[in-house]
């Protein structure tokens, strides 16, 4: 849920004044979590703003052209580094930084055709499962198995493009991957094609090609691989999405990824959507971790949000010895 106090540009400064409208945004999560795993126990806290503007520029440009800047605080532990999980149960974990995270410009090229360009993140426009977005785990925002897409938490610089045909759509990207994000002394490309098939339900096709990936010897190649998503609208009630991905051994210690998760409106709470999954991470050279999530989203006001949540991660980074971690999990998300 994000909402947005929107204001003319006679009430920002002569600069802003050319674009036809500015909405800035505050998007904060605070995140605790209750970690039990084979080991050891633990309670675990972190903290992540997004400060920023949407600005539309339809009156001086091309209508239907915007722009986005963002900072981004993030203060905290990782939590994944403390149950050592392969799939990133939090979706907002990192180490401590304070930086400018995404700035953008989208336009209309032709009625059909739409190009972004500038430090963004690709997974707005790729990869993720469009009703997975309840779910706190990361591997609801991407496959896992997808090496070096410019996402969170360092959106890189790139383009997009995305061309609506009759009856599907296809969707190119080209990012920076190298340590300076402005930088393209490596890249990271990705196709897409999306396909409606019934009302609210897509399938997703996609490619990805890295131009200098580090193998696991520490030698840098060129690889590439593949992933689906397939999001399904049941009812105005009910959704569900499935994933998969598949990666090179050579790269990564992940062989594939599959996920399932289903939404309901209204299973707990009125009005409040609920939802459960599953998603699971093969090992090279040992077994599989396999992640199950259950959330209920309440909604305390209009900007408040409180997210409850119970995971559990059998067999934890494919490796017997570590065991099971169970996680309690709080999110409470303010949006202005």
């Known amino acids: 849920m994000k909402m947005y106090l929107s204001f003319t540009g006679l009430l920002l400064s002569s600069v802003n004044s050319y674009a036809s409208e500015h909405s800035p945004f505050i998007l904060t999560d605070v995140d605790t979590s209750f970690a039990d795993t084979t080991q050891k126990s ?7 703003m997004d400060i920023g503007v949407e600005s539309d520029w ?4 091309t209508n239907g052209s915007y722009s986005v800047v963002s900072y981004s605080i993030f203060r905290g532990e990782n939590a994944s580094n403390f149950t050592q999980d392969l799939q990133s149960f939090s979706n907002i974990d990192d180490s401590h930084y304070s930086k400018f995270y995404e700035a953008y410009f989208g336009t209309p090229l032709a009625p059909s055709t739409f190009l972004k360009f500038g430090l963004m993140d690709a997974t707005n426009d790729f990869a993720a499962a469009y009703y997975g977005g309840g779910f706190i785990n990361a591997s609801m925002g991407f496959s896992p198995t997808i090496g070096g897409i410019s996402t969170f938490p360092t959106p890189k610089l790139g383009a997009h493009i995305h061309k609506q045909f009759k009856h599907w759509a296809l969707k190119l990207g080209a990012y920076s991957d190298a340590d300076n994000r ?9 196709a897409e094609i999306e396909v409606p098939y019934a009302f609210k339900s897509t399938i997703r096709f996609g490619a990805w090609y890295h131009t200098g990936l580090a193998t696991k010897t520490s030698s840098v190649e060129n690889t590439n691989d593949y992933y689906m998503v397939i999001d399904h609208h049941f009812s105005d009630s009910m959704s569900g999405f499935v994933q998969f991905g598949n990666a090179n051994t050579k790269f990564t210690d992940l ?11 209204g299973l707990l709470l009125e009005n409040s959507y609920s939802g459960i999954m599953v998603s699971e ?6 077994g599989s971790e396999t992640t199950y999530e259950f959330y209920t ?3 305390l006001n209009d900007y408040l949000t409180i997210k409850p949540g119970l995971i559990y991660i059998d067999n934890v980074a494919g490796d017997d010895h570590l065991g099971s971690a169970q996680i309690f999990n709080v999110r409470l998300s303010a949006a202005f």
């Open 42 to 48: 633990k309670a675990i806290s972190r903290f992540k």
């Open 255 to 265: 062989n594939t990824h599959w996920s399932v998760g289903l939404n309901y409106l």
């Open 281 to 286: 991470v093969d090992v090279v050279g040992k």
């Open 297 to 299: 989203d309440i909604a």
């Open 58 to 61: 339809s009156n001086t440009l």
């Open 182 to 190: 402005l930088s393209f002394s490596d890249s990271f490309q990705i």
